[in-house]
């Protein structure tokens, strides 16, 4: 998977910049991608303490130990411990909303982290707006997809969602380029600009 999402991936990563709110990094497959030069701070919101040792062994191997900090609980426990709200320069959701408890409440929830003049990058899978069999199909799938990969839904609508979380000055998401619009698994990519 990460071998075919990479590619996608590692531009929108790049322009992060300033204060980051990483939420659901796992053990940091992604976190290579950071531009040193761009970010202050990172703070990598996981709450599967599993996924911790293998997160911090990645921290140190990409040189991020001096501003990436692990932050032990769900984004909807953020709370001001770590950050307060509104001082957030970017929010990176990569293939993460779709296993969290209340997608809705939590996307509204990070939206009043992030400053004005912020940006929320996403790449996440979402629901087939194709119809018909297409939509069938990937509604029979989600019927047990959940069980065997932690509680990911492939039919969430979170590019609807990210667009109604708050008033946006610029939203710019869209299906990745080269990928049909007939997928069962389709995406959204993209960046909205507080």
């Not at 032990?72 to 408890?101: F, M, N, R, Y």
């Not at 959940?146 to 667009?163: E, H, M, Q, V």
Request: hydrophobic residues 40%.
């Amino acid at each position: 998977m990460k071998e075919n999402s990479a590619l996608k991936i590692a531009p929108l990563i790049g322009l992060a910049r300033g204060v980051v709110l990483d939420i659901g990094p796992g053990s940091g497959e992604w976190i290579g991608l950071f531009d040193k030069e761009k970010v202050i701070k990172i703070y990598g919101v996981e709450p599967n303490t599993d996924h911790h040792e293998g997160l911090r062994r990645k921290i140190k191997l990409e040189g991020l130990s001096d501003i990436y900090e692990i932050v032990p609980v769900g984004a909807e426990d953020l709370g001001s411990k770590w950050i307060q709200e509104g001082e957030a320069d970017t929010i990176i959701t990569v293939q993460c909303l779709c296993s969290v408890d209340n997608p809705k409440t939590m996307i509204g929830s990070l939206y009043g982290y992030l400053k004005p003049g912020g940006q929320w990058i996403v790449y996440e899978h979402v629901i087939t707006h194709a119809g018909g069999l297409i939509a069938l199909y990937q509604w029979a799938i989600d019927f047990v997809w959940p069980y065997f990969l932690g509680g990911c839904s492939i039919t969430r609508d979170s590019g609807k969602w990210l667009r109604e979380a708050g008033t946006w000055h610029k939203v710019d998401l869209r299906q990745p380029e080269g990928e049909p619009s007939y997928m069962v698994l389709p995406h959204v990519t993209g960046i909205l600009t507080k």
